[in-house]
């Protein structure tokens, strides 16, 4: 079965193509080369187990907080049950993790988002960003990054602890950066807001105002699945701190339905952004991401019923993809006001201060990308718990 070959054919520049027309505009489609005939790799019999066990093994960042919201850092293994497919899995390994003592602490990423957002939103982000920082003491407590997405992928610097070298960092980026693709226009016109997110209630949209939505929510896509593919290799988990609304999510009534084929891609990618996710251990927090009102006859990012998995492609569109939707799979936050932008930050960095560290052992897929729903109880009453939802399976 082919993985995820679009977004890995994107990534070289020639894999999507957009079905539009003037009268009848599609969404993002994808095609690819016929793939080359497999060659058998020689493994040893310990090298074959090791490898069965990296892909079966799902590792979760878990964090727990007490009735009154604190975090807790102090509970036992014997405290949790891990839940998969309502199913309890016996754990392979449990571990507190706390705070800057940590072998390997929470490293944070502030993601300028110059593809989604106009050149006007991103100055104030980032003025808001260095407002934060400046509020901190010199030495930080986790290694934090600034990554800006202007184009193909999120350009993200050196993590560091000092204060004062992030902050040099960020202002020597303010003073080029500027929204990037379609938003704007060359006199910096930008389109209503409704437009920017993509969130169909608008009626009547050229040609034009549609691709530029295809091309937003492709390179997002592919973004972040290239952000989690290189942080894969990096040790410790990664919040991601997405500012801004995102990209669309196609649910425009001006898109042709949905065919077959396009949910069966929407379904191989959601797959494949899904798993690079988790085994990067990335928790992908949108921020200052306010959710303009969709159309009441799509999947309304409101509702619960949009942040259900996906279990296959039949129910898959491109709604799926979108920010929040991946940011609730890995267990994040969706903060959708743009007001109070320092309280959003303060809280999200707050999840840094500790987690805990479990794995189980899954079992072998029946197929590709099998679905589960994952759960993580703890016996404690009022106390909540953040973290995946769900994973696909491996066969």
């Given at each position: 079965?082919?993985?995820?070959?679009?977004?890995?054919a994107l990534l070289a520049g020639a894999a999507f193509f957009l079905s539009l027309n003037a009268a009848s505009p599609g969404r993002a489609h994808a095609q690819s080369d016929t793939p080359a005939a497999p060659q058998l790799i020689p493994r040893s019999a310990e090298e074959r187990a090791q490898r069965y066990l990296d892909t079966h093994r799902i590792?979760?960042?878990?964090?727990?907080?007490?009735?009154?919201?604190?975090?807790?850092?102090?509970?036992?293994?014997?405290?949790?049950?891990?839940?998969?497919?309502?199913?309890?899995?016996?754990?392979?390994?449990?571990?507190?993790?706390?705070?800057?003592?940590?072998?390997?602490?929470?490293?944070?990423?502030?993601?300028?988002?110059?593809?989604?957002?106009?050149?006007?939103?991103?100055?104030?982000?980032?003025?808001?960003?260095?407002?934060?920082?400046?509020?901190?003491?010199?030495?930080?407590?986790?290694?934090?990054?600034?990554?800006?997405?202007?184009g193909a992928t999120i350009d993200v610097e050196e993590p560091t602890l000092e204060r004062n070298t992030l902050l040099d960092g960020l202002r020597s980026l303010a003073s080029h950066l500027h929204s990037t693709g379609c938003l704007e226009d060359e006199q910096g016109e930008t389109p209503p807001p409704a437009w920017l997110a993509g969130s169909g209630?608008?009626?009547?949209?050229?040609?034009?105002?549609?691709?530029?939505?295809?091309?937003?929510?492709?390179?997002?896509?592919?973004?972040?699945?290239?952000?989690?593919?290189?942080?894969?290799?990096?040790?410790?988990?990664?919040?991601?701190?997405?500012?801004?609304?995102?990209?669309?999510?196609?649910?425009?009534?001006?898109?042709?339905?949905?065919?077959?084929?396009?949910?069966?891609?929407?379904?191989?990618?959601?797959?494949?952004?899904?798993?690079?996710?988790?085994?990067?251990?990335?928790?992908?927090?949108?921020?200052?991401?306010?959710?303009?009102?969709?159309?009441?006859?799509?999947?309304?990012?409101?509702?619960?019923?949009?942040?259900?998995?996906?279990?296959?492609?039949?129910?898959?569109?491109?709604?799926?993809?979108?920010?929040?939707?991946?940011?609730?799979?890995?267990?994040?936050?969706?903060?959708?006001?743009?007001?109070?932008?320092?309280?959003?930050?303060?809280?999200?960095?707050?999840?840094?201060?500790?987690?805990?560290?479990?794995?189980?052992?899954?079992?072998?897929?029946?197929?590709?990308?099998?679905?589960?729903?994952?759960?993580?109880?703890?016996?404690?009453?009022?106390?909540?718990?953040?973290?995946?939802?769900?994973?696909?399976?491996?066969?």
């Open positions: 079965m082919l993985r995820l070959q679009s977004l890995s590792l979760l960042s878990v964090r727990v907080f007490d009735a009154s919201g604190n975090p807790s850092s102090d509970l036992s293994e014997t405290d949790f049950t891990v839940l998969d497919n309502h199913k309890p899995r016996n754990l392979v390994r449990f571990q507190s993790i706390r705070g800057a003592s940590a072998i390997a602490p929470v490293r944070l990423v502030f993601v300028l988002d110059a593809v989604n957002n106009t050149s006007r939103q991103l100055r104030d982000f980032e003025k808001q960003i260095e407002k934060f920082l400046l509020q901190q003491k010199d030495q930080l407590a986790n290694p934090t990054s600034i990554g800006v997405f202007s209630n608008l009626h009547g949209l050229a040609p034009g105002a549609l691709n530029c939505m295809n091309q937003r929510f492709m390179t997002s896509v592919s973004a972040l699945y290239t952000l989690a593919s290189h942080q894969a290799h990096v040790a410790g988990p990664l919040l991601v701190l997405w500012i801004g609304p995102g990209w669309p999510i196609l649910t425009n009534r001006e898109f042709r339905s949905d065919t077959p084929d396009l949910k069966q891609n929407f379904f191989e990618q959601l797959v494949g952004v899904s798993t690079a996710l988790r085994e990067a251990q990335i928790t992908l927090d949108a921020v200052a991401s306010p959710n303009i009102a969709p159309d009441p006859a799509s999947p309304d990012s409101r509702n619960d019923a949009f942040y259900a998995g996906i279990s296959d492609e039949k129910s898959a569109r491109a709604g799926n993809l979108g920010l929040h939707a991946l940011a609730h799979q890995t267990g994040g936050r969706i903060l959708r006001s743009t007001h109070d932008f320092d309280a959003q930050i303060r809280s999200c960095i707050a999840d840094a201060a500790s987690y805990y560290l479990l794995a189980f052992d899954a079992p072998p897929a029946a197929q590709y990308g099998e679905y589960h729903a994952l759960e993580v109880k703890i016996d404690r009453p009022g106390w909540t718990v953040r973290t995946n939802t769900l994973y696909y399976a491996e066969q």
